[in-house]
């Protein structure tokens, strides 16, 4: 178990932790607009005497900590900053004052709780190797993971190993959740605009070439793809988010032109090859039977989020001696939400896990990525805790 010294430790740093996080979490930050959250990441990591980077991959922070014991070994542990476009409805004293914009996924949390795990290794150097603090900007699809690797994060700061972790509602306070392999999947984003002449619904529509029916057609062929084209092994979505064209106040008038917009998501890059290609086939073929034209723009965000078996091992074994192994998951089941982590997985090996972020009074919880949603301050020590903890396994933290 984790010993009674370090969690004692840990626990004097949480109210000023708190503070901290309930600071950046007034003050949230789109993605590579963080300025704020970076400059007071790197105040705080050198006033704890630690070597600082700033400006990498934009916005991005890297706090460098160098054991006294002999050692080669290095590790890197990330934690993402950036906030969402919702506006915040939750009523706390320290809701966000930017208009539009909120910690609604935990980020100041996950920063949180890594520059406590800064301020701990800063102060117990007894280890053998160097971590490197990764500070991440634009978890939330701006590109941050991919910003930082083209600003040559890990030839600028070598790691053998790279660590993640998420806070997740649902999962009550003191318990863990991970798995080997595929463990987050390959989220992306669709549009298809398809095109005709429209015209006159009541009194010529023959003689429109008519693209509500050929979006109709779409949606209902684009679940066809998941019956037919993948795996019936294999986890796959897609799913519709907007239609739009014409008018409510032209409702005789037959459209020249409708959008149709939606995500899709998968657990392989080999689906992902199969989504690319049969969701464009079949959009220009939708069109092509209603004499209309199709544009398609298909782009991923992320790859699937796949856990290094090796170093998923060390992540169990750093929460199994935090929490006990009762209270850890080690074969969680696959979430078809996206993390931008995955790149980093696919440069370095490593590991992603979740904590659990508790579970409201009446067993209702609010889901990120909602206005209601807030970070809960209890579960700080307890990932400050399983920081140091993949320290300690990786580098004998002593």
Known sequence: MTDTTTMDKIRTYHDELTAIRRDIHAHPEMGLEEVRTAALVAAKLREWGIEV??????????????????????????????????????????ASVNPGVMHACGHDGHTTMLLGAARYLAENRDFSGTVQLIFQPAEEGRGGAVAMLKDRLFERFPCDAVYGMHNMPGIPVGKFAIRKGAFLAAAGRWKVVFKGTGGHGGATPHLATDVTV?????????????????????????????????????????????????????????????????????????????????????????????????????????????????????DSPPITGGEDFCYMLEAKPGAFIFVGNGVNEGGKTHQVHTPHYNFNDEIIPLGVAWWVNIVREELKLG
């Open 53 to 94: 980077t700033e400006g990498v991959g934009v916005t991005g922070v890297v706090g460098t900590v160098r054991g006294r014991l002999p050692g080669q070994r290095s590790i890197g542990l990330r934690a993402d900053m950036d906030a969402l476009s919702i506006p915040e409805q939750t009523g706390l004293p320290y």
């Open 214 to 330: 050929a979006q109709a057609q779409y949606v209902m062929a684009l679940q066809t793809i998941i019956a037919r084209n993948v795996s019936p092994l294999e986890a796959a979505v897609i799913s519709v988010g907007s239609i739009h064209g014409g008018s409510n106040l032209s409702s005789n008038v037959m459209p020249s032109e409708i959008e149709i917009t939606g995500t899709q998501r998968c657990f392989s890059k080999a689906t992902q090859a199969i989504l690319d290609t049969r969701m464009t086939e079949l959009a220009h073929a939708m069109a092509a039977a209603n004499g209309c034209t199709a544009e398609v723009d298909l782009s991923w965000g992320t790859t699937p989020l796949v856990n290094h078996a090796d170093h998923t091992d060390v992540a169990i074994t750093a929460a199994n001696a935090l929490v006990g192994a009762a209270n850890v998951a080690p």
